[in-house]
Nanobody, 130 residues
Framework: EVQLQASGGGLVQAGGSLRLSCAAS????????VGWFRQAPGKEREGVSC????????TYADSVKGRFTISNNNTKNTLYLQMNSLKSEDTAVYYC???????????????????????WGKGTLVTVSS
């Protein structure tokens, strides 16, 4: 059974940093597309970043490029999101997700990842105060 659990959210001032973690189990981490998504109040879920080690994809949403960094520890089956220079518009519930279709982490496939990826964990709330 695929399981994902995000953690690390909290309250931070604008300009600050947070690191999110996602502990994964039930699948071979290297073989899957794994990513971070977020949903702000009143808005649709959107992709933040995605990584596929086997396919060599790393993709970021334009809104977070240069500020957020995705990484993974395949030994620990853990996905990370380092978030720097946080803005009030980054406030959202952040989710990690996984799917065996590595396509979702490609530049083209990432457009469809938020609605298409198969496995989702419970989110962690990030609140950025201005």
């Amino acid at each position: 059974e695929v399981q994902l659990q995000a953690s690390g959210g909290g309250l931070v001032q604008a300009g600050g940093s947070l690191r999110l973690s996602c502990a994964a189990s039930g699948f071979t981490f290297d073989d899957y597309a794994v990513g971070w998504f977020r949903q702000a109040p009143g808005k649709e879920r959107e992709g933040v970043s995605c990584i596929s080690s086997s396919a060599g994809y790393i993709t970021y949403a334009d809104s977070v490029k240069g500020r957020f960094t995705i990484s993974n520890n395949n030994t620990k089956n853990t996905l990370y999101l380092q978030m720097n220079s946080l803005k009030s518009e980054d406030t959202a519930v952040y989710y990690c997700a996984a799917d065996p279709r590595n396509f979702y982490c490609s530049g083209y496939g990432f457009t469809y990842a938020a609605s298409g990826m198969n496995y989702w964990g419970k989110g962690t709330l990030v609140t950025v105060s201005s």
